[in-house]
C-alpha cells in the first residue's frame, strides 16, 4: 500500500512545488483557479515520468531511468496488485 500513497502524494506535492516556485497561476485571482493550476501540473507530472517509465519497459531502455522515473513519482517501483476477494489476504499482500 506505500508504494500507492506515495505514488498519490508525491506528484500533488511536486505539482504544488512546481506551481510555487514557477510562481504559475499566483497572478490568478481565485484560490480555486491556482488549486487547480497545481492540480493540472501535478497530472501533467505525473503522466511525464509513468509514461518514461512505460516506455523504458516497453522498449527495454535502461534500468536506472526506469528507476530514476519511479522515483520521482515516489517509489522506484509500480505497486504490484493481485487480483483477490480475500480481504485479509489483501491485508497481508499490502504489508509486504
Known amino acids: 500500500m506505500l ?3 506515495l505514488r498519490t502524494f508525491v506528484p500533488l ?9 514557477t510562481e504559475l497561476g499566483f497572478s490568478a485571482d481565485s ?5 487547480a493550476i497545481a492540480f493540472a501540473v501535478a497530472a501533467a507530472y505525473y503522466l511525464l515520468f509513468r509514461f518514461v517509465e512505460r ?9 536506472w531511468l526506469k528507476g530514476a522515473a519511479g522515483a ?8 504490484r496488485y493481485s ?9 497481508r499482500q499490502s504489508r509486504r
Do not use: C, H
Open 3 to 5: 508504494p500507492s500513497v
Open 55 to 63: 516506455a523504458v519497459e516497453k522498449f527495454n531502455g535502461p534500468a
Open 83 to 91: 487480483s483477490t476477494d480475500d480481504v485479509a489476504e489483501l491485508v
Open 13 to 21: 506535492l511536486a505539482g504544488w512545488i512546481i506551481v510555487a516556485l
Open 72 to 79: 520521482l513519482l515516489g517509489y522506484a517501483r509500480p505497486p
Open 31 to 35: 484560490g480555486s483557479v491556482q488549486t
